[in-house]
């Protein structure tokens, strides 16, 4: 059965700093992966989707995600953390088209000025 | 273009009720999936439909049930609540599908079982 694993269910940051948020998948083909994105009271929004059509990817807001095959992961990053990221974050993995998204625990992502 | 809309909002229940939720997608939207939200257990998925038909469904007891309506819009039913049932309920829709596809995620209707 496909699953993602959040490693880390609170991470922290400065204003200006590096954001890593980690993210590995288990399943048995390759898969189809995501990030989506929370703000309190609000539904989830997408960020990005590796898709096999190049390993790393571009998404909204500045971040960027890189799928490692061998690390079986697709951990999201952004080089300058800013106030407004401060959200939940949600790494989601398919199998394949057609089947459903299964999302991870998530990352509550907290930036001190 | 009006986004993804789910009713009732917030919602209280005592155990033993049913609730049904409702969720209308994005215009042209076929695919309606929904989530279960809660704080130890993250999002749970409970089922998909695309045009009327249930294409995948999570692993959750038969209390909980769906259907999709000719227009798209989606119900989903919880009958014989249980304490444990209260959390955030998601409704997700896409054009064909969360892979091929962009999900667009409501604010979810937020049920309490007393």
């Known amino acids: 059965a496909q699953s993602v694993t959040q490693l880390g269910s609170h991470v922290s940051v400065s204003e200006g700093a590096l954001v890593l948020l980690r993210c590995n998948y288990s399943s048995s083909v390759p898969p189809y992966l995501f990030w989506y994105v929370q703000y309190p009271n609000q539904g989830l929004q997408l960020l990005l989707k590796y898709t096999s059509a190049a390993t790393l990817v571009k998404g909204i807001n500045g971040f960027e995600a890189e799928f490692k095959k061998s690390e079986t992961s697709f951990h999201l990053t952004k080089p300058s953390a800013h106030m407004s990221d401060a959200a939940e974050y949600f790494c989601?993995?398919?199998?394949?088209?057609?089947?459903?998204?299964?999302f991870g625990k998530g990352t509550t992502l907290s930036v001190s000025s | 273009k009006a986004g993804v809309t789910q009713t009732p909002r917030y919602l209280i229940k005592t155990r033993g009720q049913q609730v049904t939720l409702s969720c209308s997608p994005i215009?042209?939207?076929?695919?309606v999936s929904w989530y279960q939200q809660t704080p130890g257990q993250g999002l749970q998925f409970l089922f998909e439909?695309?045009?009327?038909?249930?294409?995948n469904k999570g692993n959750f007891p038969g209390r909980f049930s769906g259907r999709q309506f000719s227009n798209s819009r989606s119900e989903m039913n919880v009958s014989t609540l249980e304490l444990g049932d209260s959390a955030l309920y998601l409704c997700a829709s896409s054009l064909a599908g969360p892979v091929a596809g962009e999900l667009f995620f409501g604010e979810g209707s937020r049920l309490t079982v007393l």
């Open positions: 439909y695309f045009s009327e038909t249930q294409r």
């Open positions: 989601a993995v398919s199998r394949q088209a057609g089947t459903a998204l299964i």
């Open positions: 215009s042209g939207h076929r695919s």
